[in-house]
């Protein structure tokens, strides 16, 4: 499937990337949960799932929903486990939406403080609005201490070092302007667990406005987390590229 011209003009469309890499069991939900969110604010939205290659039969579930939620549900299979970040830039390609959310599968983001996201960016014309665990009634549930401080110690570095002005510069739950993503993706190089972190850094080294919701973080409900040692050394090395570049 060649990508799509985007959306121009008329009612605002939400358009919802989701990388999914074996999430089989979440895929549902989340599908339900979004259609609902959307279906009770009357907002024009679509979901645009890009799936890794994953061998659990998570595609299978998403050709499912194609047909359930058509036609607001589209799949864009990739062969192989190729990484969070340019999921998002390939996603990008197929979406409609002039909004841009991007989020996690495995329900540590609810879709409920979506409008909230919408409601923030529509009150201040944001260019991007991203949801905090750190600031407001925001918080972590499910984790234990050692990632709870794991987290929390990242953005607290990054802060020190940066100083992006972002509460929670880890955090994957953004709305975006569909323009302000697209110009983002042509200047940062990051594409990996580092690549939230360099997005909003950019952003206010561009001068970008960025608006905040609190949200509720919750731990995924099935299947393994993908964050390991590997990618705790690459958000390291990111932060001291970002001071460095920046």
């Known amino acids: 499937m060649a990508p799509v011209k985007p959306k121009s003009g008329g009612k605002d469309l939400y358009s919802v990337i989701l990388p999914t890499f074996n999430e089989r ?10 259609n609902r969110t959307f279906t009770e604010q009357n907002l024009d939205w679509e979901l645009v799932i890009v ?51 991007i989020m996690d599968a495995d329900f540590s983001h ?4 979506i409008p909230q996201m919408i409601a923030k960016q529509l009150a201040g014309n944001y ?13 972590v549930y499910g984790w234990d201490l050692k990632r709870k401080l794991t987290s929390k ?24 302007k569909r ?3 697209e110009k983002l993706f ?8 580092t690549m939230q972190m360099a997005l909003a850094v950019t952003a206010k080294a561009k001068g970008l406005s960025i608006g905040e919701v609190p949200i509720s973080f919750v731990d995924r409900v099935y299947g393994d987390s993908k964050l390991g040692g590997e ?15 920046t």
């Open 153 to 176: 110690g990242a953005n607290i570095i990054a802060d020190t070092v940066l100083r992006p002005g972002v509460s929670d510069l880890t955090g994957s739950f953004r709305l975006y």
């Open 110 to 113: 609810h879709p409920k403080f």
């Open 127 to 139: 260019d991007i609005v991203t949801g905090t665990r750190y600031a407001g009634d925001g918080g």
């Open 186 to 193: 042509e200047t940062t190089d990051a594409r990996g667990f």
């Open 51 to 101: 799936d890794d290659g994953s061998p659990d039969g998570t595609q299978t579930v998403a050709k499912q929903l194609i047909k359930a939620y058509h036609p607001h549900v589209q799949l864009q299979a990739r062969t192989g486990k190729l990484g969070l970040g340019t999921a998002y830039v390939h996603g990008l390609k197929f979406a409609k939406g002039n909004y841009i959310i």
């Open 179 to 181: 323009s302000v993503l």
């Open 231 to 245: 990618e705790i050394v690459e958000y390291m090395k990111g932060v001291l590229q970002l001071w460095w570049t």
């Open 25 to 34: 069991q979440n895929l549902p939900i989340i599908t339900w949960l979004l």
